[in-house]
């Protein structure tokens, strides 16, 4: 929990750095700042492999339902050489994935896995873009890649079936930045690949019947500057 924390008091920090700068700013220029807000939609793509259960003399499968979700978090750019931004961010995602067992004939127990959670994604962007030129450059494409910390919210989790409480993304992403005279936005479609198997150990059917549960994510966010 200690990086998470850190994590939150750094970006408490750059936000007194961020207003500091502005303060100094005698040119009467409004450009936009470095620290982004932003919200957007995303997709569950979890994988998962499963083997057949018993719940007394009934056999079922467990049954995946990926869902669509929402997230928002802030963000802020630092800028290495010409063509590069480095961006640290923090999210919460909530995407409501469950799992369905089947325990009688037409009746379903529906279990959620990972419904909500706290992001810290580390971002690399290849983009000629920044937020506090002026005048600003011609936009164009930006191109991205991301290390994706996660860490689920236990309390919105069900107990059932046993899992992992963290997991590590890598994401892939294209942007487009839009700009006006007072603010710029930023478009990104992103893929989100998770790389552990999260189920855990239990002797419960809704656990032993999975044998492998890997969260992936797909989606479009807004970033506003």
């Known amino acids: ?65 990926n869902a669509p979700g929402i997230f928002g978090g802030f963000c802020y750019n630092f800028y290495a050489g010409n063509r590069s931004i480095i961006r640290p961010a923090i999210e919460v995602v909530f995407i409501p994935t469950a799992i369905a067992y089947q325990t009688d004939i037409n009746y379903k127990r529906e279990q959620r896995i990972f419904p909500a959670t706290i992001e810290f994604p580390f971002s690399w962007i290849y983009s000629g873009y920044r937020t506090k030129a002026f005048p600003r450059p011609k936009a164009k494409p930006e191109f991205g890649v991301s290390l994706r910390p996660v860490l689920t919210i236990k309390a919105l989790n069900d107990a059932q079936p046993v899992m992992r409480t963290s997991n590590l993304n890598t994401d892939v992403f294209i942007g487009y930045p839009i700009a006006n005279d007072k603010s710029v936005m930023r478009l990104e479609v992103f893929y989100s690949h998770g790389w552990f198997n999260l189920i855990g150990e239990d002797s419960s059917y809704l656990t032993y019947s999975i044998q492998k549960l890997v969260r992936s994510t797909a989606g479009i966010r807004f970033i506003f500057h």
Request: charged share 15%.
């Open 1 to 65: 929990m200690r990086i998470y924390s850190l994590c939150i008091v750094l970006f408490t920090c750059f936000l007194c750095v961020d207003a500091q700068a502005a303060s100094k700013d005698s040119t009467g220029v409004s450009a936009s700042k470095d620290l982004g807000l932003y919200i957007g939609g995303a997709y569950s793509l979890t994988q998962l492999e499963a083997s057949p259960y018993f719940v007394g003399s009934f056999v079922g499968t467990p049954e995946l339902k």
